[in-house]
């Protein structure tokens, strides 16, 4: 299973990110290892608009089958669960201390937005 974690750069060692559809970049892991497959620089970052989908997109596009987020907004959760991407929160730390707690299973999952689409904490 692939695990994409927000990251602000590349590898294990990158800091995460609480943004979705801004982040820096996108560290693929796989799931039951916690090997980095890759780092993927997230195009969407710099969209005048539809970051959030457009980031749900490139995921799906990896087959990614999770992610590990501080928070999501409406048509990023929308588009997400379209993919059939599951939706995990409380990240923090670096990406290799959120996949240690994605295997733990201490990772809530969210089922729908946590932020409005301006950004705003619900």
């Known amino acids: ?38 780092s993927l620089p997230n195009s969407g970052m710099s969209a005048a608009g539809g970051a959030g ?20 907004g409406p048509n990023a959760a929308a588009a997400l669960k379209a993919a059939g991407i599951a939706v995990y929160g409380g990240v923090s730390g670096t990406v290799q201390q959120t996949w240690q707690l994605f295997r733990e299973g201490r990772l809530p999952g969210i089922e729908g937005p946590t932020v409005d689409s301006h950004h705003g904490i619900k």
């Open 1 to 38: 299973m692939k695990l994409a974690v927000c990251a602000q750069g590349e590898g294990l060692e990158a800091q995460v990110d609480q943004r979705f559809g801004r982040c820096s970049y996108f560290v693929v892991v796989e799931a039951e290892t916690g090997e980095a497959i890759k």
């Open 53 to 72: 989908m457009q980031s749900a997109r490139l995921l799906s596009q990896e087959g990614v089958e999770a992610v590990a987020v501080g928070h999501v």
